[in-house]
């Protein structure tokens, strides 16, 4: 039953973390992250602050929830590591049950830290992204959801995380808990290596939504930002079939100048989430601009001839490109000869 007990855990720890890293490119987690932290730092050192709480008034003040947290468990062990995993499906079970109810109520300080830099980032996050064209009410709508999400992910990360140091604590199991601790690590370290040796993007699912609300808003404006970004890769024939690829993904030089432009409008996460094509790939006729919108929606497109005419009509457009994700392989081909884009 041990061993069952502890492949569970492992299997845990070796892939929540990485799937956590993933979703974080789409959804911001910050509250989820600091949560983390201080739950590993409260459970990991809680044999040592209460050593100091005995001698120390003050710092037995100060660390009263950790203590509390402590005291909690030597009395009610931890349940089995399943009850924890699926949390969120038996939070009925939970609010009928005194039990379970105060083990409930215990989190309440990490899960309302986590609530609290959720507000901070909030509020930052509209001051810097969402004024002056887009109002409070998409705001609110956006980050309501991302409040739900993360404050699921908190449940789903933190019981089991936190109850599987408590136990093996508990239990002198400090060796399997090390191992547990350095899958994680192995499992966040694959997922940055993943995501740094991305070749395409790596755009938020908010940076998309905005992209298409700030469009909406203000359609004339978007247009002429749309409009010179691909006018000024036109104007420059040379330097876009060196920053094109075999498959018409443009790169380079290119996507900076249309980048540029693009951010007379747009913030600079928004300006970044747009791609281009230029098609056929060897002889381009037409220059598309879009941006895919994470998770669904018609993206937000335009698309001129080399001759500098707008096309207005989806139906004008190479088959295939409009609405195409981009890939893991966007930067240019060996043939490029344009400076790759930074951070691209």
Known sequence: MRTLDFTLRLVFFATVPFLATIVATLFPMLGVVVNGAVTLLVFAFAEAMRERAERSPLVKRAVARSLAFEAFYREHPPRPFLFYVFYPLLLPVVLVNAVARRELVLYRGLTGGGAAILVFAALFDFSEHWVPELGVAPFLEVW????????????????????????????????ELWVLFGVAAISVGVAGFALVHKRGHIVSWVTTHRVALRTAARPDAARAAQLMALRAVVDEG???????????????????????????????????????????????????????????????????????????????????VLGLRPHRDRKPGAKITAAPRKGR
């Open 144 to 175: 309501a959801l991302l409040f739900l999400l993360q404050t699921l992910a908190m449940f789903v990360f933190l019981l089991p995380v936190s109850t599987t140091v408590v136990k093996l604590h508990s239990e002198r199991r400090l060796p």
């Open 238 to 320: 040379a330097e876009l079939r060196a920053s094109t690829d075999a498959t018409g993904w443009v790169e380079g030089d290119s996507a900076d100048r249309a980048e540029a432009q693009l951010g007379t409008f747009y913030k600079p996460d928004e300006a970044y989430a747009f791609s281009l094509h230029a098609l056929p790939a060897g002889a381009p006729e037409v220059l598309v601009l879009q941006c895919w919108i994470a998770l669904g929606g018609p993206p937000v497109w335009r698309a001129i001839r080399m001759s500098g005419e707008e096309i207005t009509d989806k139906k004008d457009l190479p088959g295939g």
